[in-house]
C-alpha cells in the first residue's frame, strides 16, 4: 500500500475537460466520463489529508499547429479543445485546485510552469489520475519519472478510449519508470 506524505505529495488531475469527459465534447470517450467521480474522491481524499492539488488543462490556441514541421495534434485527432472555448473548460464537478497547469502538447511537464510549482512547494511524489491513459497520463507520468519525481498512476481513476489502452498505460508505467496503485491503497499519511 503506498503511502504520501501530505506535505510532500501533490495529487496531479490530468485533463478532465469537457472536451474529453462531456457527451458533446470534440474527443468524448466514455470512460473519461465514468473517471470523473473517481478522480473527485481521489481529490476530496488529498484535500483532506492536506496534501497539494494540481490540475492540468490541455489548451491549444487556434493557430498552434499551422507552422508545425511534424508535431499537429489536429491532424491526428481532429481540432480539440481550442483555447477559450466551453471544449476546454475543466469538467464543473471538479473542486477547486490549488494550481492549474495549462499544457499544450501531451506531457504537463513540457513548456509550462509545472515543475517549477512542485519544487517551489517541496513536492516529490505525484499521484496521477485522469485522461486519456496512454497519452497525456502516461506522458506526463513518464517526464515526472525522467525528472525524479516518484509518479504513481492510480489504475482505477483513469479516463481511455479502449479498455486495452488503460492496461497498456498503467503496465508500462509500472515497468518503466513508476508505480501504479488502486484508489483504495492511496493512503495519505
Not at 40 to 66: I, M, N
Amino acid at each position: 500500500m503506498p503511502e504520501f506524505d501530505p506535505e510532500r505529495t501533490a495529487l496531479l488531475v490530468v485533463d478532465m475537460q469537457n472536451g474529453f469527459c462531456h457527451p458533446d465534447g470534440s474527443l468524448y470517450a466514455p470512460a473519461s466520463e465514468d473517471a470523473i467521480d473517481p478522480c473527485v474522491s481521489l481529490v476530496e481524499r488529498a484535500r483532506e489529508a492536506g496534501a497539494s492539488v494540481v490540475y492540468t488543462r490541455d489548451v491549444h490556441p487556434a493557430g498552434q499547429f499551422d507552422d508545425t514541421h511534424y508535431y499537429d495534434e489536429f491532424e491526428r485527432w481532429g481540432e480539440h479543445v481550442v483555447e477559450g472555448s466551453w471544449d476546454a473548460e475543466l469538467v464543473d464537478a471538479l473542486p477547486e485546485a490549488d494550481h492549474v497547469v495549462a499544457k499544450h502538447t501531451y506531457d504537463a511537464f513540457y513548456r509550462t510552469d509545472l515543475e517549477g510549482y512542485l519544487d517551489t512547494h517541496g513536492i516529490d511524489d505525484l499521484v496521477l489520475c485522469g485522461t486519456l491513459a496512454n497519452v497525456c497520463v502516461l506522458h506526463t507520468a513518464s517526464s515526472a519519472g525522467l525528472r525524479d519525481y516518484r509518479p504513481v498512476v492510480v489504475s482505477d481513476a483513469l479516463g481511455y478510449i479502449d479498455e486495452d489502452h488503460r492496461e497498456y498505460a498503467t503496465e508500462h508505467a509500472d515497468w518503466l519508470f513508476g508505480e501504479t496503485a488502486s484508489r483504495a491503497s492511496v493512503a495519505f499519511a
